[in-house]
């Protein structure tokens, strides 16, 4: 509990130099996997009657980690899990949403969640692999780097929860396009061309173990 607390303490007062006090806006963070990477893969992908719907699968061997990125429209990507292939994390299996096909034939229903982490082990074991460049993030964050460096570029967290795998850090940010015809706050940080932008990160022993990044659609 010292720890959370004192992490909050950290995040507040580095906050005070990584937001600024005026309103302002800012590009989301995300991941440089090109549109060009996600071509023809973004269709259901199956495996042993599991399928993954609107997901593109990227591994890298060489540093043990996956980046899951779901797709919307235009290859707008709404969800970024990115973690360590050598732990399973419950805030991963919990974001992640796999199905099998409905009883009645007719389209998709969500898999039990006590058979994701096989089906997750097989979807990494068939995933495209790529290089450890696109496993850092536009704003320079990565596995492996600690709170403090979170702090840096994203500001204070707006909560920070006690999980049995470690502390989960989130970051709530307030897209731009959804304050069109409302009167910003001047103390808010915006985030450009964005309904709403959303990141966690679990940090275990001080370290960043997995991150996940949403973006809100209409």
Same mark, same amino acid.
């Given at each position: 509990m010292k720890y959370g607390i004192l992490m909050i303490s950290i995040c507040f007062i580095a906050?005070?130099?990584?937001?600024?006090?005026?309103?302002?806006?800012y590009i989301a963070d995300g991941?440089?996997?090109?549109?060009?990477m996600l071509k023809g893969y973004g269709d259901p992908v199956k495996h042993d009657g599991i399928v993954s719907l609107d997901k593109v699968w990227f591994v890298n061997d060489r540093i043990n980690q996956a980046l899951i990125i779901k797709l919307h429209v235009d290859y $707008?990507?709404?969800?970024?899990? $990115?973690?360590?292939?050598?732990?399973?994390?419950?805030?991963?299996?919990?974001?992640?949403?796999? $199905?099998?096909r409905s009883k009645t034939g007719k389209g998709y229903e969500l898999l039990d969640d006590n058979l994701k982490p096989g089906a997750l082990f097989n979807f990494l074991e068939i995933a495209k692999r790529i290089a450890p460049k696109y496993f850092i993030t536009n704003r320079g964050f990565s596995l492996g780097m600690s709170p403090d460096e979170a702090v840096e570029l994203y500001g204070a967290p707006n909560?920070?929860?006690?999980?049995?795998?470690?502390?989960l850090c989130v970051w709530d940010y307030t897209g731009?396009?959804?304050?069109a015809d409302k009167k910003k706050d001047s103390t808010v940080q915006y985030v450009a061309d964005s309904l709403g932008h959303h990141i966690k990160i679990l940090f275990q022993d001080g370290k960043a173990m997995v991150i996940i990044m949403l973006n809100d659609v209409p």
């Open positions: 906050a005070v130099s990584a937001c600024p006090s005026d309103s302002s806006v991941y440089p996997v090109t549109v060009d $707008h990507r709404t969800q970024l899990i $990115h973690f360590d292939i050598r732990q399973m994390p419950s805030v991963v299996l919990d974001s992640l949403e796999l $199905h099998t909560a920070v929860r006690e999980t049995k795998d470690g502390k731009e396009l959804e304050m």
